[in-house]
């Protein structure tokens, strides 16, 4: 989700923030600051932005790799859904480009008490419908979020909410069942969405796959057309400032070549998730700039099943110490990414003190090859010739390359790692439909920090998570997972998700690869979009204008 130059904030601002829990909305942006600039130790030059636009456009286009399965915002958890849908629908809260906390929806946020948070909301805050938005319309929203039926991808951030009432006609209180530093966090993702009530249910079941949106951000939806592109439309009653475009076009391009391409010639003015074999084309044939940004994003390889061989850790250990990391970030990432064996980037520690990091960092996975001790470790757990099978799609080298090269340790410590190739609009299901899984035991995984915690990567492994498709469970694991969320101070939660990383890390839940900065191309005629992740919750489009 999932999976950036950010703002740099003092150590001693940051022992202020939350040093009780009367929290506004400004000493909340100071808790989720942003990362060290340039963390990671990343070898591409990281940009905090690209030049403001200086005029307005017509339209532009923009090149996604895959159409979105829907628009509804509870299922907005993959980059094809939210890098369209930060422009229509708003939240309560905003992240940044910066990636830091500001007012959304909400013009303010506070906290009376630790399980208690209070949303003053704006007035006069139009729905594309026209219609002005009231704090029935937020309850109604958070509410859809915990609907069962709903299957929501943000059900997880809900599980301490114990109820959300409208306190005033724009104001909305949540209470929680008990002390939760996730949940505001939290509120500018999609997870913290506001549609107008009336038209969700007019649309019914359809809502997010026909018709409008009914948000309230710089754009409404406009046309959708099937298998090819969706149109937003500039919204001119937006109550924030006002669209530089006046319509942005998205074009569904799944295959990588057919991306880079519709770049090259014009066909398409800009995208995000550059596929990696790209890079030096897109830098040296000139049509335009191709920036690198914080991406807060590590490449992984997900274990989604323990009935097979990967049950026994002394085969994921062997995994993890034949593959070749350095080999996957020159080729795979073309050398723009750094090798890890952390799950966690070093930026989404930016808040935590330096003991704190180095505690978290501290002895983690092995990244240097040593195949003779995986030989060693997969004869020793009896799986000489046992088949692991790998998902593999064509969506970029990025995950094609790091597919063969699991295949490739694995042919060398013994083990029969057989690939199978998905589409890539199938790709998604494998993260929302257990029944794609079925008979996978790994996929690539590139994972985004949907705020600037790392609880949000480590609470994947907590017993029933969404993405803890390998079902780990581990009552000492959960118990620290519960205790880093109901500890608000930034240092003491820090060090309880040290503890945390360090569990994931000898457990080999998942198998940590590299760190991936944020890659966007815009040609010679447009500028304004953000290098960092934030455009997956950031109406960034709104941003875009003329270049000259």
């Not at 995984?445 to 915690?453: A, L």
Request: charged residues 20%.
């Amino acid at each position: 989700m999932t999976p950036t130059a950010p703002a740099r904030r003092t150590a001693a601002r940051r022992r202020l923030v939350l040093a009780t829990a009367l929290l506004s909305a400004a000493a909340l942006a100071a808790a989720c600051s942003g990362p060290p600039r340039g963390a990671g130790g990343s070898a591409v030059q990281l940009s905090a932005d690209t030049p403001a636009a200086k005029g307005e456009l017509d339209s532009f286009t923009w090149a996604t790799y895959a159409e979105p399965p829907t628009l509804d915002y509870v299922q907005a958890f993959d980059y094809p859904q939210n890098t369209v849908l930060a422009n229509v629908c708003e939240s309560l809260m905003r992240w940044t480009p910066q990636l830091t906390l500001a007012p959304g929806l909400a013009e303010k946020a506070s906290s009376p008490d630790p399980t208690t948070w209070v949303y003053d909301l704006r007035a006069g805050v139009h729905f594309h419908d026209g219609t002005v938005m009231t704090a029935d319309d937020v309850v109604y929203s958070l509410g859809r979020q915990t609907n069962p039926d709903n299957a929501s991808a943000w059900a997880q951030v809900f599980q301490n909410v114990d109820s959300v009432t409208a306190t005033g006609p724009l104001q909305v209180t949540v209470k929680l069942k008990q002390p939760d530093s996730q949940f505001p966090q939290y509120m500018a993702t999609a997870a913290g969405v506001v549609a107008a009530r009336a038209g969700v249910e007019a649309a019914g079941k359809d809502y997010g796959t026909s018709g409008g949106l009914d948000c309230t951000g710089p754009f409404k939806l406009g046309g959708w057309a099937k298998g090819q592109s969706i149109e937003l439309q500039r919204f001119d009653g937006y109550w924030g400032t006002r669209a530089k475009a006046g319509k942005v076009v998205f074009s569904f391009l799944t295959d990588a070549s057919a991306r880079t391409n519709a770049m090259l010639t014009g066909d398409v003015d800009g995208g995000y998730l550059i596929p990696t074999e790209s890079y030096d084309r897109l830098k040296k044939d000139g049509p335009g700039t191709l920036y690198f940004g914080e991406g807060l994003s590590t490449v992984n390889v997900n274990v989604t099943s323990m009935h097979g061989p990967l049950g026994d850790l002394r085969v994921r250990q062997a995994l993890s110490l034949a593959l070749d990391r350095s080999g996957f970030v020159k080729a795979g990432l073309s050398g723009a990414g750094t090798v890890t064996g952390s799950l966690t980037t070093r930026a989404a520690w930016g808040a935590a003190p330096d003991d704190v990091r180095r505690t978290a960092f501290d002895g983690l996975t092995p990244t240097a090859q040593d195949i003779d001790k995986a030989k060693a470790l997969v004869k020793e757990a009896g799986a000489s010739g046992r088949t692991i099978v790998m998902a593999t799609s064509t969506i970029g080298q990025d995950v094609s390359l790091l597919a063969t090269a699991v295949q490739a340790a694995g042919a060398r410590i013994g083990l029969d790692v057989q690939l199978r190739t998905i589409a890539p609009n199938a790709f998604t299901a494998l993260f929302t439909d257990p029944k794609a899984r079925e008979g996978i035991d790994l996929f690539p995984e590139t994972y985004y920090d949907s705020i600037t915690d790392p609880l949000d990567l480590l609470v994947n492994f907590r017993t029933g998570a969404y993405q803890n498709f390998a079902g780990y469970s581990d009552k000492a694991y959960d118990d620290l997972v519960d205790q880093a969320t109901a500890e608000y101070d930034p240092a003491r939660r820090g060090a309880i998700e040290a503890k945390l990383q360090q569990t994931a890390s000898q457990q080999l839940l998942w198998i940590p690869v590299a760190e991936w900065p944020t890659a966007v191309f815009l040609n010679k005629r447009i500028t304004g979009a953000p290098t960092t992740i934030a455009y997956m919750y950031y109406p960034w489009a709104a941003d875009v204008g003329a270049a000259r």
